[in-house]
């Protein structure tokens, strides 16, 4: 069956980029990375979230490469990196450090956005010296740091384990998803957004998650059923921004507010109504916005740019 083919046309259609490049992670992972905007533009690093693609990101590098060089890269297995056998926290903290080497400058520092699984990488890199010579200040998606089978609530029963066990096979589960059909929509909308959501924003985020192989979404499941990344939060030291959709029920506001508390550096939370997990795709300009803010305020401009 093959793959859905991403939005061509509209706000969440993927942008051509300037360039692209194979990054070499440190096991020989090869990541498919975008550079969007001009290269003397300040610079921001997206990293997407699990069953997602440089084409999540396509509002905000639409918004943002006009003043601003936008790196955003794909998630091993993602998109149009290959998989790789080893899925692990540690894997996305070296991919990350991958991408900011090979895309920036002797340390050039950069807004890193994380969505999601993104936000995780981040969290894993924390304490990397590569992600601390290159890292000016972050924003975290819709994420969490630990127990996120245990806080879901995907399926709308009360917590225990009996909701903690029906999550981890549902997330989990090696079906294949499928094409991109009205009912796919209507279970993806529960699942991941807002009530509200546009016709158009769900079909954006359909295309993209049935994009993403069976097995790789079930290899990265795994991994995020045992994710504890505690640590790495009282490890990011770097100016700190949380968004959140109060309506999210993967990652819902509970994390968002434990982040926050153990954040050394915290900018505050902001919760958006009736918003789900998928942040920037739901409210993309107030995304891009935050991002651009904590450019303009941690982000030296380079002279003559």
Request: proline share 9%.
């Amino acid at each position: 069956m093959s793959r859905p083919t991403p939005v061509v046309s509209g706000p969440y259609a993927p942008p051509a980029p300037a360039r692209e490049l194979t990054v070499l992670s440190a096991d020989g992972a090869r990541l498919h990375v975008e550079v969007h905007g001009s290269e003397s533009a300040p610079p921001v690093v997206l990293a997407h979230g699990w069953t997602c693609s440089t084409a999540f990101w396509a509002a905000q590098i639409r918004e943002l490469a006009v003043d601003h060089r936008v790196i955003a890269y794909d998630q091993r297995g993602h998109g149009r990196s290959p998989a790789s056998p080893a899925c692990s926290a540690d894997g996305l903290a070296d991919d990350l450090e991958a991408v900011l080497e090979a895309t920036l400058g002797p340390g050039e520092k950069a807004v890193i956005a994380g969505h999601s699984m993104g936000g995780m990488t981040v969290m894993a890199a924390a304490e990397r010296p590569g992600f601390r010579d290159h890292a000016a200040a972050v924003l975290l998606c819709s994420t969490g740091s630990s127990r996120l089978v245990a806080e879901s609530t995907v399926v709308p029963i009360r917590a225990g384990r009996l909701r903690t066990w029906l999550t981890r096979h549902v997330l989990g589960a090696r079906a294949p998803l499928g094409p991109v059909t009205p009912v796919a929509r209507r279970i993806l909308k529960y699942g991941t957004m807002g009530p509200g959501s546009a016709p158009h924003m769900v079909e954006a985020c359909a295309r993209i998650v049935h994009a993403c192989p069976r097995k790789v979404r079930y290899a990265w499941s795994q991994v995020l059923d045992l994710l504890d990344l505690d640590h790495g939060v009282r490890q990011l030291t770097v100016p700190t921004a949380v968004v959140v959709g109060t309506a999210d029920r993967l990652t819902p506001p509970v994390h968002a507010h434990q982040l926050a508390a153990a954040l050394p550096n915290c900018l505050g939370v902001s919760e958006l109504p009736g918003l789900g997990h998928m942040t920037p795709v739901e409210a993309p300009e107030l995304v891009s916005a935050r991002i651009r803010e904590l450019v303009s305020t941690y982000v030296q401009v380079k002279e003559g740019a």
